[in-house]
Antibody, heavy 122, light 108 residues
Framework: EVQLVESGGGLIQPGGSLRLSCAAS????????MNWVRQAPGKGLEWVSV???????YYADSVKGRFTISRDNSKNMLYLQMNSLRGEDTAVYYC????????????????WGQGTTVSVSS | DIQLTQSPSFLSASVGDRVTITCRAS??????LAWYQQKPGKAPNLLIY???TLQSGVPSRFSGSGSGTEFTLTIISLQPEDFATYYC??????????FGQGTKLEIK
């Protein structure tokens, strides 16, 4: 079964760091464009970051310089290292697989995890 | 950056109705657009990709159309389980990828 399972969320103080993990099954992470998407409480969806098959990465302006996306091919895992966390980073974080992607464009994101909650508060 | 303007933000309809949601891109994105349904506390569920291709397992009462800058999601014969929030997503030509603001579909 094709599946994504996130973990690593929690309550963290402003300025702290957290690493989110996303375990994939049923497909190979390194062969796909893999994304992180977040949703603040009561708000809409916000794209956060992507890693391409060739290791190129991109970030939303709101997290650039603070977040780092990576993967471990041997473990078939995706990660999001989050540093210098702020209150506005409080959200449910989802990992999601891009579909039919090429040259930076995709036709959608088809597989999503259940989400992991990050709360940034003192 | 490409902006997506989704309308309406709220929609009130009855079971059996036909509804249309629109997504407008600030520049042409070919058909690199997807539609999602999200229910409270759940992850988004892919309905349509490539602007008009129905995802496997999604009921045929959902359809998508458009290309370039204008896109629509249509639901015919609304069912009780269709009342949810809907989002469009563009993934054209390198990030940032962007979501529409969402449309909350409520029961009248």
């Amino acid at each position: 079964e094709v599946q994504l399972v996130e973990s690593g969320g929690g309550l963290i103080q402003p300025g702290g760091s957290l690493r989110l993990s996303c375990a994939a099954s049923g497909f190979i992470v390194s062969s796909n464009y893999m994304n992180w998407v977040r949703q603040a409480p009561g708000k809409g969806l916000e794209w956060v970051s992507v890693i391409y098959t060739g290791d190129t990465t991109y970030y939303a302006d709101s997290v650039k310089g603070r977040f780092t996306i990576s993967r471990d091919n041997s473990k078939n895992m995706l990660y999001l290292q989050m540093n210098s966390l702020r209150g506005e980073d409080t959200a449910v974080y989802y990992c999601a697989r891009g579909i039919y992607c090429s040259s930076g464009s995709c036709y959608g994101m088809d597989v999503w995890g259940q989400g992991t909650t990050v709360s940034v508060s003192s | 950056d490409i902006q997506l303007t989704q309308s309406p933000s709220f929609l009130s309809a009855s079971v059996g109705d036909r509804v249309t949601i629109t997504c407008r891109a600030s520049q042409g994105i070919s058909t690199y657009l997807a539609w999602y349904q999200q229910k409270p506390g759940k992850a988004p569920n892919l309905l349509i990709y490539a602007a008009s291709t129905l995802q496997s397992g999604v009921p045929s009462r959902f359809s998508g159309s458009g290309s370039g800058t204008e896109f629509t999601l249509t639901i015919i014969s609304l069912q009780p389980e269709d009342f949810a929030t809907y989002y469009c997503l563009q993934l054209n030509s390198y990030p940032p990828y962007t979501f529409g603001q969402g449309t909350k579909l409520e029961i009248k």
